[in-house]
């Protein structure tokens, strides 16, 4: 029989309207009887479950103590005769006692306890009849004067409530647990189910239901979270107190011979049940919390410190790290088993010990490979667990003996260890050696298993900071290989360059500066600019760079390089765009001609005065636009001035406008410098200290110092071979008055090969012989002929091929270029020391 069918309702309470004729409520549906107690102990809401629950009415019971309406602990007074209910003040209490399980609903409602809590309870009403009742108590945050919500229900039976007849103030709530049931539940299973329902509510989960429930009128239909609950109910699980008290009965019985009673086999058995439910889920939260505490960043350094502070000291008291060296060094290394010379970094190691006790024995750095008959090994090769229980005294010497002129053996005899392997994708990455103190538990199985997850997460996060470092690597490699290694001083001018990777989109850019030597000591200064990130674009930075500087080693003017250039990025495709700023500097006549390709002006700072200035260039379109033409400008300069410039990642922000960033520039240009370093940094810090930059720098200085007129010769030659003599006289006659005899020697002899040479090949316009003296001596011999000379391997026998081994063989430098009228054949000399 259905124990709900029958049983009636006990005094104090109102008859139950509305309710089936079996007395059940539909499945999986509990009515609850809501109770909010205020900061000041009183009900300030009693719901129509809470009067057919405990008997009072509303209006009775709002602004009463709770404390005298609800279930505490302890027998309440008797009833009072002077009293029409019986109560302590006029108000009848519906039960007579209470007994259970669980934390004490009074040091709930008098404030004693801050946190969830549940139990259970039994009503006794005057006419003798008993109810269980299951409870629970939630704290109330918030501005409110409310502090508690009080929940309770019949553990007997379901009154059905639900539906279109439910009354106000009834909460229903539906959970799948009950739904199952195709049958009312006794006591004992919706005890079980229960817990399903209200206790795994967090407080401010709580508080939000209840002011749904108070507040908007609406039931709660269904709830659900899979977060670690405060209060989880324990009814069936004996509490402290009672499992002290069955101790000591077992005690009693076996000091007096008696059997052990079945009903203490049964509870110990429960009791040992309990406490392994307890470990593995204090183990699952431990894991749960090393999860969340762990690769917070994929620095590989900051995640190895994380990955040791997170064991230290809940689970262990030392935790020692090992990488391979390929993980630590971010790069990639073959698959397959470790040997004996495989060699692992000492990366972290975390100790509860007194401080600097594990710093000189085992310190962080160190690289060391272990041998095949370690644990280390064993732990390596399998990429399993290995634990060992104590270190014995000869283990702990095999041990200490892989420490050259170190004794380990204080820091580990004794100890229990476990070694776990740190892997990610079948692959052994390192791994952990935890050691605990002699007088904390040794490792055991579980301690192996709960090590070996906790590895296998550290191993994956790990790796994936392994991987990012790897890729970091190959970005800057890459990058550091299409930038050029510019020397500091070229003809007639000083250069310092910066490069700044991407700060956000990705190290690896399009951005790239370049200098280019040309005929006549000019130099040719380049900034570009592809636009987007990533492999792509600096593969097509590659090809740009490239191509400029085949172009400037024509000698194109720069417009007309430009116009190539745009013509080869329409070759190679129309899926990137690039600007680009092109300039030569002709030293000897103080000049820049300069072309732009859709790029930011370049600063152009003067030594009179210090006034910097933009220069005011056509911009042109992008490269790889098509189709549209470059003009050229040509300004003046004087020796001291400089030249700066650079891509738009330096002077562009987001959200501000790019004048700004270009009046910084040039304010920060114009401001004096020890050294073309310093001005560059000035810069640096001017424009990147804004913050919010995402684009890679290029930055390029150049301070122009010029050659004077006294520092140069130039002569031109009719085409005739007699004239070679003249030159060799001419040069040597120079040389002396430049105070340069000790190069005369050397340099008649290659200006006669490069002149003989000159005179055979050209055709019409006479020879031109050009001496300029810089940091270097630079001789120049131009001609007509466009075809360029070879380098030949001449015999004994040969007539041809030994002027360019000469001057190959003397020469500190030598090159050919073509030029618009011909060709340009140089060498350069070392000036010796003064």
């Excluded at 199985?445 to 970091?472: C, K, P, S």
């Excluded at 600096?538 to 390089?561: C, E, K």
């Excluded at 390029?700 to 071979?721: C, K, Y």
Aim: glycine share 10%; charged share 25%.
């Amino acid at each position: 029989m259905d124990r709900g069918a029958d049983r009636q309702a006990p005094p104090g309470h109102p008859a139950e309207d509305g309710a089936p004729p079996n007395g059940r409520a539909p499945a999986g549906r509990v009515p609850l009887a809501v109770v909010v107690v205020d900061r000041e102990g009183l009900v300030s809401h009693w719901s129509t479950g809470a009067k057919r629950l405990f008997g009072p009415a509303r209006q009775d019971a709002i602004g009463r103590p709770a404390i005298d309406l609800l279930p505490v602990s302890g027998v309440l007074p008797e009833p009072d005769d002077e009293s029409p209910y019986g109560g302590p003040d006029g108000h009848e209490s519906p039960y007579g006692g209470f007994g259970g399980l669980g934390p004490d609903l009074g040091a709930t409602l008098d404030g004693r306890l801050s946190y969830p809590a549940a139990g259970r309870a039994r009503l006794t009403g005057r006419g003798g009849h008993r109810t269980d009742i299951l409870w629970w108590a939630y704290p109330l945050v918030g501005p409110g004067a409310e502090r508690l919500l009080v929940l309770a229900a019949d553990a007997a039976v379901a009154h059905p409530q639900g539906g279109a007849d439910a009354e106000p103030g009834t909460v229903e709530h539906v959970t799948p647990g009950l739904a199952r049931h195709t049958d009312l539940p006794d006591a004992d299973e919706l005890a079980r189910g229960l817990p399903e329902i209200l206790p795994s509510m967090s407080v401010d989960e709580s508080a939000r239901i209840a002011a749904q429930v108070l507040e908007l009128g609406y039931p709660v239909l269904e709830f659900s979270r899979n977060a670690r609950v405060p209060v989880t109910p324990d009814w069936g699980v004996p509490r402290r107190a009672e499992r002290k008290a069955r101790r000591e009965r077992l005690a009693r019985a076996l000091a007096a011979g008696q059997p052990v009673p079945a009903d203490l086999r049964d509870e110990a058995e429960e009791d040992r049940e309990d406490l392994e439910y307890a470990a593995v889920r204090e183990r699952l939260e431990f894991l749960n919390e090393v999860s969340g505490r762990i690769g917070t960043s994929l620095d590989l350094s900051r995640t190895v410190v994380e990955v040791s502070k997170a064991v230290v000291p809940r689970f262990t008291d030392v935790a020692g790290t090992y990488l391979r060296e390929q993980v630590v060094a971010g790069e990639g290394f073959p698959e397959g088993v470790p040997d004996t010379t495989t060699l692992w970094h000492r990366v972290a190691v975390e100790h509860t010990d007194a401080p600097g006790r594990w710093d000189d024995v085992v310190p962080v750095g160190e690289a060391m490979p272990f041998p095949a008959h370690t644990p280390f090994f064993q732990c390596m090769t399998t990429g399993e667990p290995v634990l060992v229980p104590r270190i014995s005294e000869q283990m702990g010497h095999a041990i200490a003996s892989q420490f050259e002129k170190r004794d380990i053996r204080p820091l580990i005899t004794g100890r229990s260890m476990l070694v776990v392997p740190l892997k990610a994708r079948n692959v052994v990455l390192g791994f952990m050696i935890l050691l605990r103190h002699p007088e904390r538990p040794e490792f055991n199985d579980m301690d192996r298993v709960t090590g070996a997850e906790l590895a296998a997460r550290a191993g994956l996060v790990l790796d994936n900071a392994r991987m990012y470092t790897f890729q970091e690597n190959v970005a800057e490699t890459l990058q550091d290989s299409m930038l050029p290694h510019i020397p500091a001083r070229m003809a007639g001018c000083d250069i310092a360059t910066r490069y700044l990777p991407g700060t956000l989109l990705g190290r690896v850019g399009g951005d790239w500066f370049d200098s280019v030597k040309l005929p006549g000591a000019r130099t040719a200064f380049v900034v570009g600019d592809v636009m987007g990130h990533g492999l792509n674009s600096a593969a097509m930075m590659g090809q740009l760079r490239t191509a400029v500087q085949t172009m400037a080693g024509l000698d194109l003017p720069p417009a007309q390089l430009l116009r190539n250039l745009d013509d080869l990025a329409q070759r190679l495709g129309d899926t990137h765009l690039a600007t680009c700023l092109y300039a030569v500097y002709d030293p000897i006549a103080g000049e820049l001609h300069l072309a732009n390709a859709g790029h930011i002006p370049p600063v152009l700072v003067r030594a009179e005065d210090g006034r910097s200035e933009l220069l005011e260039l056509p911009t042109g379109a992008p490269i790889g636009v098509g189709g549209v033409p470059f003009e050229a400008v040509r300004v003046s300069v004087r020796p001291g001035d400089r030249l700066v410039m650079c891509t738009d990642g330096l002077v562009e922000m987001r959200g501000e406008d790019i004048g700004v960033g270009l009046a910084t520039l040039c304010e920060s240009a114009a401001h004096p410098a020890a050294s073309m370093d310093d001005a560059c940094d000035t810069i640096i810090r001017a424009l990147n200290t804004r913050g919010g930059r995402k684009d890679d720098v290029a930055l390029l200085m150049a301070r122009l110092t010029g050659i004077g007129p006294e520092d140069v010769a130039e002569w031109r030659l009719p085409l005739d071979v007699a004239e070679v003599r003249r030159a060799r006289a001419a040069v040597r006659e120079q040389l002396h008055a430049w105070g340069l005899a000790r190069l005369a020697d050397n340099a008649e002899l290659m200006v006669g090969e490069l002149v003989t040479n000159a005179v055979r090949h050209s055709h019409r316009r006479p020879v031109e012989l050009r001496l300029v003296r810089g940091d270097t001596l630079l001789c120049e011999v131009d001609d007509d002929d466009h075809e360029l000379p070879t380098l030949l391997s001449a015999g004994p026998g040969d007539l041809k091929g030994r002027g360019l081994r000469v001057v190959s063989t003397l020469a500190r430098e030598w090159g050919a270029n073509r030029t618009a009228s011909g060709k340009s054949v140089w060498f350069e000399l070392t000036l010796p020391r003064r």
